[in-house]
C-alpha cells in the first residue's frame, strides 16, 4: 500500500512486477550514465581549449554513433523479454472475468457455476476501522496465492481501466472488447488498484482490491459464494 511520502514504487508482489522494477532500475541507471557523460563533455568543451585533431577525428564520429545504438540494445532486449512475459498465458489455474461499469466492478469466477458479484466501493460512513477510505470495497476479489490466474477484461458502458499497481497489472476495459491479462501473487495480502482510464464523474470512486489467500482458504470461500 503506496503512503503519501513514499516516492518509489509499491512493493512487488508477482514476479511480472519484480521484473518490472528491475526494469526501471536499469533503465534509470542507464540514464544516469548518459547524463553524467553529456555533463563532462560539456564541462570539458567549456573549460579546454579543443584542438584541430579533436574537432575532426573520425573516431569519437564512429564512438557517438555506436554508443547509442549499444545503449539502445540494452534498453530493448529486456523490455522485449518483459513485454513477451506479460503477454503469456500458460494454462491458468483460475480464470477471472472483470466487468467496468459507471462505477462499479462485476466480477464472475468462470471455473464455478454461480460465482459472481458486484463490487461497490465502501462509503466512509460504513468504511470499518483500519481500512482505507475510497479504497476499500463491499466485496474483495479473491485469489489463491502462487497460482497462475488470468483475468478477461471487458466494459458495459464506457472506457475503463483494471490496475493493480502492485502485482504489475493494467488492462483497458473496452466495451465489445475483451482483453486478457495474468498474475501470479508471490505472497498473501490484500493489494489495492482503482480505475486508471477517466470513465466519468466517479471515476475516482471504484477501486479494485485484491485478495491473496491459501488454496485451502480460497476453496472454502468460493464454497460458500457458491451456495
Known amino acids: ?19 518490472l522494477m528491475k526494469f526501471h532500475d536499469h533503465a534509470l541507471m542507464t540514464a544516469l550514465a548518459i547524463c553524467s557523460l553529456v555533463l563532462y563533455l560539456l564541462t ?7 584542438s584541430s585533431n579533436t574537432v575532426n577525428a573520425q573516431e569519437i564520429e564512429l564512438v557517438w554513433t555506436i554508443l547509442p545504438a549499444a545503449v539502445l540494445i540494452m ?10 512475459m506479460m503477454d503469456e498465458i500458460n494454462e491458468p489455474d483460475l480464470t477471472l472475468k472483470a466487468i467496468g461499469h459507471q462505477w462499479y466492478w462485476s466480477y464472475e469466477y468462470t471455473d464455478f457455476k454461480d460465482l459472481l458479484f458486484d463490487s461497490y466501493m ?11 477510505r475510497l479504497l476499500e470495497v463491499d466485496h474483495r476479489v479473491v485469489v489463491p496465492m502462487e497460482s ?6 471487458t466494459a458495459d ?25 495474468s498474475f501470479t501473487v508471490s505472497r498473501p495480502g490484500v493489494f489495492y488498484g482503482q480505475c486508471s482510464e477517466i470513465c466519468g ?21 468460493s464454497s460458500l459464494m457458491s451456495s
Open 1 to 19: 500500500m503506496a503512503n503519501h511520502m513514499q516516492f518509489g514504487f509499491q512493493d512487488a508482489s508477482s514476479p511480472i512486477m519484480e521484473e
Open 44 to 50: 570539458a568543451m567549456l573549460t579546454e581549449k579543443l
Open 75 to 84: 534498453l530493448a532486449l529486456p523490455s522485449l523479454q518483459i513485454l513477451y
Open 122 to 132: 465502501t462509503p466512509t460512513a460504513d468504511l470499518p476501522l483500519g481500512h482505507f
Open 148 to 153: 497462475p490466474v488470468r483475468v478477461i477484461v
Open 157 to 181: 458502458d464506457v472506457l475503463h481501466s483494471w490496475a493493480v499497481p502492485s502485482l504489475g497489472v493494467k488492462t483497458d476495459a473496452i466495451p465489445g472488447r475483451l482483453n486478457q491479462t
Open 201 to 221: 464523474a466517479n471515476h475516482s470512486f471504484m477501486p479494485i482490491v485484491v485478495e491473496s489467500v491459501p488454496l485451502a482458504n480460497f476453496e472454502s470461500w
